[in-house]
């Protein structure tokens, strides 16, 4: 019974995995709906999952797994994670309900997909602002449950649902008018609760399980010698990771600008930007990025590029400075080379980029929108620098150059009309004690018309500029993978031999990775000052979170472990925290070239979130350790002594893969009960969702290498561990450009 069980427990799981992939490639050929019907809630697909954790429960007795208590809770709280699943699939509904502030003629309740045995209204609805904005920060909806006899009033808000008689509501959407809302309705009586107490015993049985004695995870740490006061100070630290809860150019000619301390004053002025009040200077380096690639130009700071298209448009106009991709796009444009200026745009009387546009090119769409950019500048659309509140004292910002309201103030409006134009007078004239002066009175201005509590704090200003001078990725990421790749094949190659880095050099990459830490940590840290919320928000966010997590992980490896003679852990973590670190970085400046800060969308502001993505991350930098694990060893294969190295470097990383997916499974579960308070379900078959499943699936193969006989040969694990490390890939990176969704970072 027991040869026939284990094959048949993980094979049925791998259809599980291909019928998962086959699904989310219908969804993106057919669309959501035919993916849910005829593949993740298809009668076939729920008799596959029940045939899975039939088999898998029959394995569990035959090989006496009820004899290790946690280890068999750690497993039976998946079928109870499926059991409330199915739960809610046969007694759950969902549907909308539109509100609105009733007038004479006007509906009170429609709603779809849910009948709802009582009465809803709509009493108030409220918008409400980040400071000084007219960003909204929350949707506030004061609602009325008339059931018979009996009122109820509930507050409906973004991730804060009411809940009566099992129906939960959610806020959706609001009217236009800023009179109706649409709340999402969830009715799941049985399954929510059942899913959550899965989602609690799975908690504890994982962390419990690094405690439980008799265990192969307690045997790898005999193998690697980690057993005793080491094995301790192991199990301590993945405990842990459970918890978480330019270059100046001489002699180069540019064009005339300001000089750099009245470049500077005048970036010092507020300016509302992405939705937020921030500094000017913050405008000037997201423009001088989007247009050149780089936040500096020919040692000029961004302040100075700004100010030069701002003061001296001809001049830069010709100033081959705006990057564009794409050879078709350069062809068109006339240029040799990959910069080009603003002038090369247009030629014989038409604008040279409407035929390709026309095309849907995608690099003349780019190209497109620097030219537009630079347009919206020069013409000040976006320099909306001057507050002014309305008769309701609503504040709003303009430009100097936009229609101002007919009933503002007559001094307010002559102030706003010619204080930048007697700013150029002074820039014109070479008079620049006088144009800081007028910049310092522009300053004042705000200041008076907002409001010091409306406007960002010292700390917050003064953080966000410094944040703006460091421009110290690219350099980091370029200078960290260069050292990590020569590293890592040094590393290599003193493994096959049997030795391991020299003690000075050893120290010496350990004050390097120390030192990227404590930058990283420096930039995180004014990143989460100035956005009021913890950098974890999107992908580049999320990338040099995991750059400063493996940076630190690695310095906490390399400051309590002392090189020795064949040591694989003294041997191989300073360069995989090298290369780990460094790869991330340029991930991140790749789907972000210009990470701007923005205020979190209301949907966002749960610190759910923070822990949700953390938790992943410390899963996916594990991986990436594993990974490069993998790497190594296949490259020892080539060495007469690699084949023992390349046996140790299994166990490693299969100690690796207890933690890693342990965090990967917590995030999951994290980010389904924040679904479910931000959307009313915990799992709604979204592409990330899938493939996160898939990929902790695919991992939790290799942490049953004693059922799964291949995966006990060393070099089928490590090739196996290479190729799982592509689903992390996918999940990351494939999902938000190829299949999209809600949980996409672009």
């Not at 609602?143 to 808000?157: F, H, L, M, N, P």
């Not at 978480?244 to 005339?256: D, K, T």
């Not at 790749?485 to 120290?507: E, R, Y």
């Not at 991140?588 to 209301?602: F, K």
Request: aromatic letters at 14%.
């Amino acid at each position: 019974m027991k040869k026939l069980l284990r094959p048949l427990s993980f094979s049925l799981m791998g259809v599980v995995i291909l019928l998962l992939i086959a699904a989310s490639i219908a969804e993106q050929l057919k669309g959501s709906d035919f993916a849910v019907k005829y593949f993740y809630t298809a009668p076939w697909t729920i008799a596959l999952w029940a045939a899975a954790v039939v088999s898998a429960l029959a394995y569990m007795l035959t090989v006496r797994m009820y004899k290790q208590v946690i280890t068999c809770l750690l497993h039976f709280s998946f079928v109870v994670i499926l059991g409330g699943a199915l739960l809610t699939h046969l007694f759950g509904k969902q549907g909308v309900a539109h509100l609105r502030l009733t007038g004479p003629e006007e509906e009170a309740e429609q709603t779809t997909g849910v009948q709802l045995p009582f009465e809803v209204s709509l009493q108030d609805f409220k918008l409400e602002y980040y400071p000084g904005t007219n960003a909204p920060m929350d949707f506030v909806s004061e609602i009325i449950i008339t059931d018979g006899e009996k009122q109820t009033k509930g507050q409906v808000s973004m991730n804060n649902i009411f809940s009566y008689r099992h129906y939960r509501f959610y806020q959706a959407q609001y009217d236009s008018d800023g009179r109706g809302v649409t709340l999402r309705i969830s009715y799941d009586p049985w399954g929510i609760g059942v899913t959550y107490s899965g989602y609690v015993l799975l908690l504890l049985s994982m962390m419990l399980f690094f405690v439980q004695k008799r265990t192969y995870f307690r045997d790898l740490l005999t193998q690697l010698k980690l057993s005793g006061n080491g094995g301790k100070q192991a199990i301590a630290v993945l405990l842990l990771l459970m918890l978480p809860i330019g270059v100046f150019a001489a002699n180069v000619q540019v064009p005339p600008t300001l000089n750099r301390e009245t470049a500077e004053k005048l970036c010092d002025l507020y300016v509302y930007y992405n939705n937020r009040v921030c500094p000017m200077q913050t405008l000037a380096v997201d423009f001088t990025t989007k247009l050149y690639g780089k936040s500096s130009y020919k040692g000029l700071s961004a302040e100075e590029v700004f100010c030069g298209w701002l003061f001296y448009y001809d001049q830069w106009a010709q100033e081959p400075c705006i990057k564009i991709k794409g050879k078709k796009t350069q062809t068109l444009l006339g240029i040799d080379g990959k910069y080009a200026c603003l002038n090369d745009f247009a030629g014989k009387g038409k604008y040279k980029l409407d035929e390709a546009l026309r095309r849907g090119d995608k690099n003349a769409k780019a190209a497109d929108e620097k030219f537009r950019l630079v347009s919206m500048v020069c013409t000040a659309q976006m320099l909306r620098c001057y507050p002014i509140r309305d008769k309701d004292s609503v504040l709003y910002w303009y430009s100097w150059a936009e229609q101002l309201p007919a009933d503002m103030d007559f001094e307010d409006w002559r102030f706003v009309t010619r204080s930048m134009d007697y700013v150029a007078l002074c820039v014109a004239q070479n008079a620049n004690s006088e144009a800081r002066d007028a910049l310092s009175k522009i300053k004042a201005w705000q200041t008076e018309k907002v409001g010091v509590e409306q406007l960002p704090t010292t700390l917050r200003f003064k953080a966000e500029k410094l944040y703006n001078n460091l421009n110290l990725t690219r350099p980091l990421a370029m200078g960290y993978a260069a050292i990590g790749l020569v590293l890592f094949f040094i590393c290599c190659m003193l493994l096959a031999q049997g030795k391991a880095l020299n003690s000075w050099v050893h120290l010496t990459l350990t004050g390097g990775i120390i030192l990227l830490c404590l930058v990283l940590t420096l930039l995180l840290t004014l990143r989460w000052i100035v956005s009021g919320h913890v950098p974890l928000s999107n992908g580049f966010e999320t990338m040099q979170f995991m750059a400063w997590l493996t940076s630190l992980i690695t310095s906490v490896l390399a400051i309590f472990n002392v090189p020795k003679s064949g040591s694989i852990g003294a041997s191989l973590y300073l360069p995989f925290g090298y290369l780990v670190s460094s790869m991330t970085l340029m991930v991140g400046m790749m789907s972000a070239s210009n990470p701007q800060i923005t205020n979190l969308m209301p949907v966002l502001q749960s610190p759910l979130l923070t822990m949700h993505v953390a938790v992943i991350m410390v899963a996916y930098c594990l991986l990436a350790f594993v990974m490069l694990n993998a790497v190594a060893a296949l490259i020892l294969y080539s060495f007469d002594n690699g084949r023992v190295q390349a046996e140790r470097l299994q166990l490693v990383s299969q100690l690796l893969l207890y933690p890693a997916v342990f965090c990967l499974t917590t995030g999951i579960f994290i980010g389904a009960v924040w679904a479910n308070i931000s959307w009313g379900r915990y799992w709604g078959w979204d592409p990330k969702e899938v493939w996160a499943l898939i990929t902790m699936l695919v991992y939790a193969a290799g942490l049953h290498s004693k059922s799964i006989r291949f995966l006990q040969k060393p070099l089928a694990f490590h090739i196996y561990m290479f190729v799982a490390f592509l689903f992390v890939l996918f999940t990351y990176f494939g999902v938000n450009f190829i299949l999209g969704g809600l949980h996409s970072y672009k």
